[in-house]
């Protein structure tokens, strides 16, 4: 029994550190999840004048749908991404556009995060809930994407999802 639980505790602890870092991050008195000290964005430059050439940060980056199967309440709701001139960008919806704005500030999880271009490539960085429910758990998030013309591709091992330049919203039809 003794030799079980010495072979079996290195055994857990090795299978503890292959997994995603956490972060315990607490929520303001709106229920915002606020970064701490202990959660930073790895990504800390801001983008150069060459780096703003190459994405629009007075658009819109509107989800469209190519790539793969999309249902009805997705093609309703598509995701927008808004890039700042700072580093950040804010991921939100159509449906939910706005609703959030008087609470939510950059530093929130749910604002969506910082970016950093690198010739025709673009990493995204997030916190993520750890799990599908409610948790103060959450793992960092990183997203490579291309950029090409008023596109950008992003690509993982399920899917591709296509954000394309707008100047306006698309409109929500009832």
């Known amino acids: 029994m003794f030799k079980k639980i010495i072979f079996i505790f290195p055994l857990l602890l090795s299978l503890l550190g292959c997994g995603q870092k956490l972060y315990k991050i607490e929520k303001d008195k709106h229920g915002e999840p606020l970064l701490n000290n202990k959660a930073q964005y790895s990504l800390t ?18 989800q ?10 997705e093609k309703r709701n598509p995701e927008i991404l808004i890039f700042h001139n700072d580093g950040y960008f804010r991921k939100t919806s159509l449906l939910a556009f706005g609703r959030f704005d008087e609470h939510r500030r950059k530093n929130s ?54 954000f394309e330049k707008r100047k306006e919203l698309p409109r929500l039809d009832n």
């Open 45 to 62: 430059e801001k983008p150069s004048n060459e780096d703003l050439k190459k994405i629009d940060t007075s658009a819109y980056y509107v």
């Open 109 to 162: 999880t749910a604002y969506g995060g910082k970016y950093q271009i690198n010739g025709s490539e673009i990493l995204t960085e997030r916190f993520l809930p750890a799990s599908q429910g409610k948790t103060n758990w959450y793992i960092r998030n990183m997203t490579t994407g291309k950029i090409e013309g008023d596109k950008i591709i992003f690509t993982d091992k399920n899917s591709v999802t296509v």
């Open 64 to 73: 469209i749908f190519e790539g793969r199967y999309y249902n009805d309440d």
